[in-house]
């Protein structure tokens, strides 16, 4: 039997900083502390549980003298859930921290000079921002300490994932992050299933009947919902779908689908529609943009309006120019900018987005869009420049992980004029950045917050090409 590692108690340390992953960073004796629930500001004792050469990992034990930026978090769950790590941390120190990290990614991992930041776009809304939240039902939920020796307990659960336990689900009773009825709706499933005896998902056996639900809403109030199930009993699924549609007349998009997989990803699935349409619509300025149970469509629809607007400002786009949008997903920041340019084409490695976008297209009658799908490293060549026309300006905004070099490379090839580059990962876009600073330079960036309660920030970024 591996014998438990030592934990070791750490006295008085002051909280000085805070991580791009959300955890707080005090020093002791030239070592580098990273601590879970504390804030900049305090001075707490600490338990380390994990010890490397040149870094330790802590858990706040006693809070000796509170930071004046810590408060009272909202959420009953904060501390066990993964999610809203920063709900004890006040908002303006949260954006504070943002813009930090984003001048410190671009000066240490880019070596990059550029002028002052633009101030941070904060959140006009600190809880209730997103229009997407994905639960999953599980018969071995997340036990409390006082919870475990009680046998007859209840182990049925729907909620999200605890942080690095694949099998462990924390029943969620109300989350903050989606307004109603989105924790109605939930808890409505959760309890239909315990009184009419419904299995939950085993991850471990591979067994039970729910698997997972996802929520989808649109600022035009319409809602979607998404239930999987792992063994299929048609009559019970359909029970509750029914008991759902009379429940709750808000939903607009009722879709089922079987998932017998190894993962809990839609991807493959038979979507299929029990009750109204396959998709919800989003509006912004007037533009219609459909969402599809596989769409992806920026989870805060408020600040996503705010993100294009400065993208589309720092485009400077003219009627006679070429634009690309790169990465583009369902085509909206391609639809938003199009009444401004002569063209604009997207290109997304998923078909059923560029499916949507071009739906988006016809929906709001623009006719000067056109859509690639396919491996953007691929489908972006020297061949696909020449029959397209070069780009007067591109914009791109892609995944975390940032582009492939070999997208890099093609974005030199095609020389435009300006770049946008919107980003939710400072780091890998500075990264990237620098693999083009002999040929841009940055003119201006804008971080934007559309993620309250967490590390998260997203930057937009424009470089003019040098001369």
């Known amino acids: 039997m591996r014998k438990p590692k030592k934990e070791i108690p750490l006295h008085a340390l002051e909280v000085t900083d805070i991580s791009s992953e959300?955890?707080?960073?005090?020093?002791?004796?030239?070592?580098?502390?990273?601590?879970?629930?504390?804030?900049?500001?305090d001075v707490a004792d600490v338990i380390v549980y994990r010890k490397k050469s040149s870094f330790a990992e802590a858990r706040l034990e006693t809070l000796i003298n509170a930071s004046k930026h810590r408060v009272d978090p909202v959420c009953k769950h904060f501390g066990t859930c993964g999610g809203c790590k920063w709900q004890h941390f006040n908002y303006n120190k949260q954006l504070?921290?943002?813009?930090?990290?984003?001048?410190?990614?671009?000066?240490?991992?880019?070596?990059?000079?550029?002028?002052?930041?633009?101030?941070?776009?904060?959140?006009?809304?600190?809880?209730?921002?997103?229009?997407?939240?994905?639960?999953?039902?599980?018969?071995?939920?997340?036990?409390?300490?006082?919870e475990m020796d009680d046998e007859s307990l209840n182990k049925n659960g729907c909620g999200f994932h605890i942080p690095g336990m694949f099998d462990k689900v924390l029943d969620i009773e109300h989350c903050h992050l989606q307004p109603e009825p989105s924790n109605a709706i939930r808890n409505a499933v959760k309890t239909y299933a315990l009184k009419n005896g419904l299995s939950f998902f085993d991850i471990r056996t591979q067994s039970g009947f729910l698997r997972t639900l996802m929520l989808r809403n649109s600022s035009k109030g319409e809602w979607m919902l998404i239930l999987t199930v792992f063994e299929w009993l048609e009559k019970e699924l359909f029970?509750?779908?029914?008991?759902?549609?009379?429940?709750?007349?808000?939903?607009?998009?009722?879709?089922?689908?079987?998932?017998?997989?190894?993962?809990?990803?839609?991807?493959?699935?038979?979507?299929?529609?029990?009750?109204?349409?396959?998709?919800?619509?989003?509006?912004?300025?007037?533009?219609?943009?459909?969402?599809?149970?596989?769409?992806?469509?920026?989870?805060?629809?408020?600040?996503?309006?705010?993100?294009?607007?400065?993208?589309?400002?720092?485009?400077?786009?003219?009627?006679?120019?070429?634009?690309?949008?790169?990465?583009?997903?369902?085509?909206?920041?391609?639809?938003?900018?199009?009444?401004?340019?002569k063209k604009v084409i997207g290109i997304e490695y998923v078909e059923d987005a560029v499916a949507d976008a071009h739906v988006n297209s016809d929906l709001n009658g623009?006719?000067?869009?056109?859509?690639?799908?396919?491996?953007?490293?691929?489908?972006?060549?020297?061949?696909?420049?020449?029959?397209?026309?070069?780009?007067?300006?591109?914009?791109?905004?892609?995944?975390?992980?940032?582009?492939?070099?070999?997208?890099?490379?093609?974005?030199?090839?095609?020389?435009?004029?300006?770049?946008?580059?919107?980003?939710?990962?400072?780091?890998?876009?500075?990264?990237?950045?620098?693999?083009?600073?002999?040929?841009?330079?940055?003119?201006?960036?804008?971080?934007?917050?559309?993620?309250?309660?967490?590390?998260?920030?997203?930057?937009?970024?424009?470089?003019?090409?040098?001369?």
């Open 22 to 41: 959300g955890k707080a960073v005090a020093r002791h004796e030239g070592l580098v502390v990273f601590i879970e629930g504390a804030v900049p500001g």
């Open 96 to 146: 504070e921290f943002k813009q930090k990290y984003v001048i410190d990614a671009f000066t240490r991992i880019g070596k990059l000079d550029f002028p002052e930041l633009l101030p941070i776009k904060g959140n006009a809304k600190g809880y209730e921002y997103r229009n997407k939240l994905e639960f999953t039902f599980s018969n071995k939920r997340w036990l409390k300490k006082e």
């Open 239 to 341: 029970d509750l779908l029914a008991f759902l549609k009379t429940e709750f007349p808000q939903i607009t998009s009722l879709q089922y689908a079987h998932n017998p997989k190894g993962n809990d990803t839609l991807a493959g699935l038979d979507i299929k529609v029990y009750h109204g349409r396959d998709h919800i619509v989003e509006e912004m300025e007037g533009l219609k943009f459909k969402i599809s149970p596989r769409s992806f469509y920026q989870t805060n629809s408020t600040q996503a309006y705010e993100l294009y607007k400065i993208t589309r400002d720092f485009a400077g786009i003219q009627a006679h120019e070429v634009v690309y949008d790169l990465y583009t997903g369902t085509g909206t920041i391609a639809n938003f900018v199009a009444a401004q340019a």
């Open 366 to 467: 623009i006719k000067n869009t056109r859509f690639f799908a396919g491996d953007m490293k691929k489908v972006l060549n020297e061949a696909f420049i020449r029959e397209h026309g070069a780009p007067d300006v591109v914009i791109c905004d892609p995944p975390r992980a940032g582009m492939e070099e070999a997208v890099v490379k093609a974005l030199l090839f095609a020389n435009p004029q300006r770049i946008v580059y919107v980003s939710c990962n400072p780091a890998t876009q500075a990264r990237d950045l620098a693999l083009l600073k002999e040929h841009y330079s940055i003119s201006k960036t804008q971080p934007v917050d559309m993620f309250p309660q967490t590390a998260h920030v997203e930057n937009v970024c424009l470089l003019l090409r040098n001369k």
